[in-house]
T-cell receptor, first 111, second 115 residues
């Protein structure tokens, strides 16, 4: 069983839609939860991270962690064509330990 | 200024050859990583170095040998290349464990194609 499961998509939405991206993980020891965005032919860049459970908002992006169900989500409001990218969730047990990535979800926002 | 740079960007080579990929970061970070991303975009860590010391060594064939001459550089040498080595290799760096624990900065990737 993979430590982090993520639906690879592809996901295609119209501009302005609310996008929901999700991951599940198997090990309750994970405490850090990240979302990376990767544009085509570029390296991943950190979008948001959360420590433990709860929500975190940054502009149009909201990251949500539910440790009881081992479920992490990224919501994008008012999606834009510039949001078209692959979104990777990542988890980590402690500071200094390795990052484990999900497979990534390819998102296309159509104008 | 490029924070994490890799050379070359593209590498096409024959099976059995030996090749190296170089990585440099100018962020002053202590920790550097090599990741492999396959055709399905699955990103998996290979190695991690902290201050030139190997701290993570995943189950990677010993044909792959990382080398860190100083904390700003982490190179990856691959011997006897195989078809399955074709992938995008990313270098990354972070300032761990102090500071923001989770910001890993990735390079642009090296696209390796083994024929």
């Amino acid at each position: 069983q993979k430590e982090v499961e993520q639906d690879p998509g592809p996901l295609s939405v119209p501009e302005g839609a609310i996008v929901s991206l999700n991951c599940t993980y198997s090990n309750s020891a994970f405490q850090y939860f990240m979302w990376y965005r990767q544009y085509s032919r570029k390296g991943p860049e950190l979008l948001m991270y959360t420590y433990s459970s709860g929500n975190k908002e940054d502009g149009r992006f909201t990251a949500q962690v539910d440790k009881s169900s081992k479920y992490i989500s990224l919501f994008i409001r008012d999606s834009q064509p510039s949001d078209s990218a692959t979104y990777l969730c990542a988890v980590k047990k402690t500071s200094g330990s390795r990052l484990t990535f999900g497979e990534g979800t390819q998102l296309t926002v159509n104008p | 200024d490029t924070a994490v740079s890799q050379t070359p960007k593209y590498l096409v080579t024959q099976m059995g050859n030996d090749k190296s990929i170089k990585c440099e970061q100018n962020l002053g970070h202590d920790t550097m990583y090599w990741y492999k991303q396959d055709s399905k975009k699955f990103l998996k860590i290979m190695f991690s170095y902290n201050n030139k010391e190997l701290i993570i060594n995943e189950t990677v064939p010993n044909r792959f040998s990382p080398k860190s001459p100083d904390k700003a550089h982490l190179n990856l040498h691959i011997n006897s290349l195989e078809l399955g080595d074709s992938a995008v290799y990313f270098c990354a760096s972070s300032q761990e464990p102090a500071g923001d624990p989770e910001t890993q900065y990735f390079g642009p990737g090296t696209r390796l194609l083994v024929l």
